[in-house]
């Protein structure tokens, strides 16, 4: 598998490329399902309608790796915290995290009754091109910690933050919590048939730096690290947004680190050299434009010349991005990154 190749630092006949969110609203056909199953968690409560939707931006844009259909929060709620999505706001826990009795409460099961996750898995390794690999993924213990203690989406962090500096203890046992499910979450997806993993942490971003290392990056490493103990072929993507300043001190048991859109990639490829696989980063507006993506495009696969690279977008794709610039992009990687190969 190319992506698996070049997450390990193989050489590849052209850099590989998948979009975050490539199974998503931007797809007429993506739509088509949920207006049939009527909302999106059920979407990713149902492997068939989860499998279904995976596959098809690899029928659509021929992208080289999938990404399983599900969501970080599937997991917090599966612990046991109710969760919802309401248009204009996104995800919803009614129920929070606050005290100690609210962490004993939490379900220590959630690894095993989210098996629906993989049942999809298994569904989509069957049915998937054998040369395109597909990605299974979980929130960093921090980023869903962020959810469960707020409720919802926030711009301040008020109350996570308090308990960063208020009442560290008790969140540091709910990011131990956390990372336990999520080791078991990924080992068994791992199990199920995907084929890398990757970390989102949305909300790194949130935390001065000695406390993004103490609240998010540590717990990311400790998941990367028994990972990589008991699958040593399965690469571990790890995705921290908005630490482009941080990136000195990162460090841990990755085959691919991902670089969001605010951090020029030459800068996060000065830091890491070819330690890492580099994983990004074209700012996901430019895909209003093709000119826009073309000199984007072109220039991070200039940088990334010679280096260890997969191309993505530097975050999600948006709703409203026509589904043929998005195939001009993923076309546009792949011949670009061809091209500069046989130059050489
Ligand atoms: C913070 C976060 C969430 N979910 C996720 C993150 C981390 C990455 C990031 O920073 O975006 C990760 C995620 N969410 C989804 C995936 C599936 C795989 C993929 O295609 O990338 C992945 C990897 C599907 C989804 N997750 C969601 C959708 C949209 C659902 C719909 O309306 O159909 C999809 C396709 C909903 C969701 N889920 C979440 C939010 C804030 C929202 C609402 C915002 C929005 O609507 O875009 C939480």
């Not at 309608?49 to 599966?78: G, H, K, R």
């Not at 070819?274 to 000199?295: E, F, H, I, V, W």
């Not at 794709?317 to 195939?327: G, S, W």
């Amino acid at each position: 598998m190319i992506f698996v190749d070049a997450c390990f630092g193989k050489e590849t006949p052209y850099t590989p490329v998948w979009m975050m969110r490539q199974a998503g609203r931007y797809l007429p056909e993506y739509m088509e399902v949920r207006r049939k199953v009527g909302n999106f968690l059920d979407m990713t409560r149902n492997p068939e309608v989860a499998a279904e939707v995976t596959l098809q931006p690899i029928d659509i844009l021929d992208v080289d790796a999938a990404i399983l259909f599900s969501d970080i929060l599937n997991l917090p709620m599966e612990m046991g915290l109710p969760l919802r999505f309401e248009k204009g706001v996104g995800p919803i826990f009614d129920k929070t995290i606050s005290t100690e009795e609210d962490i004993d409460a939490l379900d220590a099961s959630a690894d095993e009754k989210i098996s629906y996750v993989y049942e999809a898995v298994k569904l989509i390794r069957e049915r998937l091109n054998p040369e395109k690999a597909l990605i299974g993924f979980a929130g960093s213990p921090w980023t869903i910690a962020t959810y469960m203690v707020e409720g919802r989406g926030s711009k301040q962090y008020a109350k996570i933050k308090k308990m960063v500096y208020a009442n560290p203890m008790l969140l540091h046992r709910l990011l131990a919590f956390n990372t336990k499910e999520t080791i078991e979450y990924l080992s068994k997806q791992i199990e199920a048939g995907a084929n890398a993993v990757m970390i989102f942490d949305s909300w790194g971003g949130a935390l001065e730096r000695e406390k993004f290392f103490e609240f998010s990056w540590n717990y990311m490493k400790e998941i990367a690290r028994t990972l990589k103990q008991k699958y040593p072929h399965i690469p571990v993507i790890g995705f921290s947004k908005g630490v482009g300043l941080y990136m000195g001190d990162m460090d841990g048991d990755f085959d691919v680190i991902g670089v969001d859109w605010n951090t020029p990639i030459d800068y996060a490829l000065g830091i890491f050299k070819d330690n890492y696989t580099l994983q990004g980063n074209m700012d996901p507006t430019r895909l209003y434009s093709k000119s826009a993506t073309k000199d984007a495009v072109e220039k991070i696969a200039r940088i990334m010349k010679g280096h260890r690279h997969i191309f993505n977008l530097g975050h999600g794709i948006l709703p409203d991005v026509p589904v043929e610039n998005a195939k001009y992009f993923v076309d546009l990687c792949k011949e670009v990154s061809r091209k500069l190969r046989e130059e050489s």
